[in-house]
């Protein structure tokens, strides 16, 4: 069953990953990317990661990609044109990334000190409580910092779009 | 109930983290390369997840977490400056848009 849920949503992310880098079309690649995000959710409830799971739903699948769908409607982006890569990109990138990929596989393997088995239910600390624990006690600096850099980042972004334009005054 | 191999998990990741990789390098659309780096980060919040699965701790969910609400930030900010960007040039194609200013 574990093995079978785990191929299951690999493949679609796997296949909405190559997706989001093979489509010409901005809002096509959004789409995907919620693809991979969702089966990525999915992955992490099998890992035990039940509040990850629920965020990365809400934050990341939500909200996140809701505001690029938005952004890209309102630039009303168009598909890029083809070609235009000079020939060493044509001709060696994707062997250059099948060998990155090999290496990155090869290492994992390699390092695997004790082979330990990914099964539903042996880890069960991901619930909002032991979060909450954790985030309140000994994460509490990084997590009022962050409070800190989430507010920077706000006014940012409203002066960056609000009043970005050359007939602005500033 | 037969079990998946932790390495499963992480080469799963790898792999997305190398599409990512790809679609940053390839792409010429700037939206595009930014959601890239979007999938990237996916891919290291999976591998973290996994070691905490195997390690049994709940650290790695927690920097998961943090690296989920900096990635919303990011894209706060980031298509704040396309937003720019585009209002400025009239353009997303990254080829077209190389000089910092003009």
Redesign the interface.
């Known amino acids: 069953?574990?093995?079978l849920l785990?191929f299951t949503f690999?493949a679609i992310?796997?296949l909405c990953?190559?997706s989001?880098?093979v489509?010409t079309h901005?809002i096509k690649?959004?789409i995907s990317?919620i693809g991979?995000?969702g089966s990525?959710a999915v992955?992490?409830l099998?890992?035990?990661?039940e509040?990850?799971a629920a965020?990365?739903v809400v934050?990341?699948a939500g909200?996140?990609m809701v505001?690029?769908i938005f952004?890209?409607m309102?630039?009303n982006?168009e598909s890029?044109?083809k070609g235009?890569r000079s020939w060493p990109a044509k001709l060696m990138?994707i062997p250059l990334?099948v060998i990155?990929?090999g290496l990155?596989?090869y290492v994992?393997?390699i390092w695997?000190p004790d082979?330990?088995?990914?099964?539903?239910g042996?880890?069960t600390?991901?619930g909002p409580r032991?979060?909450g624990e954790?985030?309140f006690t000994e994460?509490l600096l990084?997590f009022e910092v962050?409070s800190v850099?989430?507010l920077?980042?706000?006014l940012?972004?409203?002066v960056?779009?609000g009043g970005?334009?050359?007939e602005s005054e500033r | 109930m037969t079990a998946v191999p932790l390495s499963w998990y992480l080469i799963l990741s790898a792999v997305l983290f190398s599409l990512g990789v790809a679609g940053f390098l390839f792409r010429r659309n700037l939206i595009t390369m930014f959601m890239c780096i979007e999938l990237m980060l996916n891919a290291v919040n999976l591998s973290m997840v996994a070691f905490s699965h195997k390690y049994e701790q709940i650290d790695g969910h927690i920097f998961t977490f943090f690296v989920m609400v900096v990635a919303a930030a990011e894209a706060a900010v980031g298509l704040a400056i396309i937003l720019t960007v585009v209002k400025n040039r009239k353009t997303l194609a990254v080829d077209e848009l190389n000089s910092m200013k003009y």
């Open positions: 069953m574990d093995t785990f690999a992310a796997v990953g190559i989001v880098v489509q901005p690649s959004a990317l991979v995000m990525l992955l992490y099998l890992l035990g990661a509040f990850i965020t990365q934050v990341y909200a996140v505001l690029f952004v890209i309102l630039l982006a890029e044109p235009g990138g990334l990155l990929l990155l596989s994992i393997q695997n082979p330990q088995e990914v099964s539903f042996s880890f600390g991901g032991e979060i954790a985030l994460y990084p962050t850099l989430i920077v980042a706000i940012g972004a409203v960056l779009a970005g334009g050359k």
